[in-house]
């Protein structure tokens, strides 16, 4: 106990002199009387005037705008999912057993209460936000070979069983219904009805198992996570795993990795090593998961109180975003670079200029830094890209696809999708695609309208809840 008191004083002791001496680190100071030269310069200069006015303009328009009008106002959707039949139903199944169980078990809780089984099975249970990261986790870090959908399957029904006993051993505690969006039930329904009326409705049985495995997930996260502490504590433990899988894709990039002709054109991209996939089965899926992680950095730094909290969560990011620039992805790259326009929108306006003016300024000094990522680029804008003229092949044999089943869609899984395509003309050199390459597009065609209606309409309020 004295060692690690010890241990414990000398890392604070470390960490307020690491704070003292940022504040007070010459070159620190230099660079901050650096940066605020040139925001006076800036904010002197007829650009910022410009840009001023633009804005302004733009806040008078969306003020009055009757798309602002609608975005903020009362939700009535919400109500009425609380008052449907569905709801209800749901309500009384999940939480009526929950409050039977509970009710049985208060009159045999003095005795329970000291069996060490119970007692271990609380202290979990008390830290359900630690389990829950721990799981989402350990999801994340076991590398593809060694993994089966079956076991995320097992994991998350493990995940549910202890939130059931949560609501029983803690008073006060239940699955959190209300707080599922009605559109997002909506969809669900689309794709069970989407399984039911597949061609191959037993192959569509296994996506949906899996589909209905996240959207069980989803109601026991909002379930367990009951406060912003719970919430700061499943995120840091998540982040840090996404840490772990950026230092493994880094050390894939350093050992090396064989390139694959089926997702890099070759001819055009002269220089390029293999693209990093760290402990997923490909870079695109892990450029994916990158890419809704690196927000989540970005929240958990600004909230942390203390310097040397920003730095260790600073640090963290920088392993995921050489894995990001080493999976080779370009739509990935595209989008984070949106999504640091949109975060500085919200968070500070007046840095864009200055974060466009420096990327401008080192865009020509790229192909010095790292060739292969230069020439990656530009291929986006390559005609000859035959990654890019591929996705317009399978999209001409999807097209007279989508027309025919554009109602209720083909069924789940790429069963079903690779049947149906296999009926049509093939542009894409006799192959039958395993999917369409585009996530809308894909659950028309497998789920219908309707789904992919609610899904694009779930995705809108989000972003109106969002902005809220």
Known sequence: M????????????????????????AIILFFKKVLNKIKEIYYASFTAKVIGSVVLWMKRIVSYSKIWTFVKRRDYLSKIWTNS??????????????KAVRAVYSKIENYMESSLFILVLRAILKKFDVLLGIT?????????????????????????????????????????LKSLDPILVVFIITIILATATSVVPMESLSSLILFMTCFLLILVIVSGIRTTADLSRLLKIFLTAVTFTGLYGIWQRIIGIPIDPTTVD?????????????TMHDSNTYAEILLLSLPFYAAVILNSKTFTGKLCYGLMAVPVLLALIFTGTRS???????????????????????????????????????PSFYNRITTIWNPNDTSIGYRGLIYRTVKPMLEDNWFTGVGLGSDAFMQICSRYPLYTNGVVPPHSHNLFLEIWLEAGIISILSFVWFMARMVKKCMI
Do not use: C
């Not at 039949?85 to 929950?98: K, P």
């Not at 493990?158 to 059931?164: G, H, M, Y």
């Not at 070759?266 to 760290?278: A, E, F, K």
């Open 2 to 25: 004295f060692n690690n008191s010890l241990i414990i004083g000398m890392f604070a002791a470390f960490a307020a002199k690491l704070n003292n001496a940022y504040y007070e680190s």
């Open 85 to 98: 039949i569905i709801f209800r139903f749901a309500d009384a199944v999940l939480n009526g057993i929950s």
């Open 136 to 176: 989402l986790g350990f999801i994340l870090v076991v590398p593809y070979n060694f993994w089966h959908n079956e076991y995320g399957v097992i994991l998350v029904g493990v995940l549910f069983i202890a939130l059931f006993l949560k609501t029983v051993l803690f008073k006060g505690q239940q699955f959190e």
């Open 266 to 278: 070759t001819s055009i991209n002269i220089g390029m090593q293999g693209r990093v996939y760290s």
């Open 332 to 370: 990935a790259w595209i989008a984070f670079a949106i999504a640091v326009f949109v975060f500085l929108f919200f968070k500070n306006r007046k840095l864009i200029p200055l974060i466009i003016i420096a990327a401008v300024a080192a865009f020509p000094f790229l192909p010095l830094i790292s």
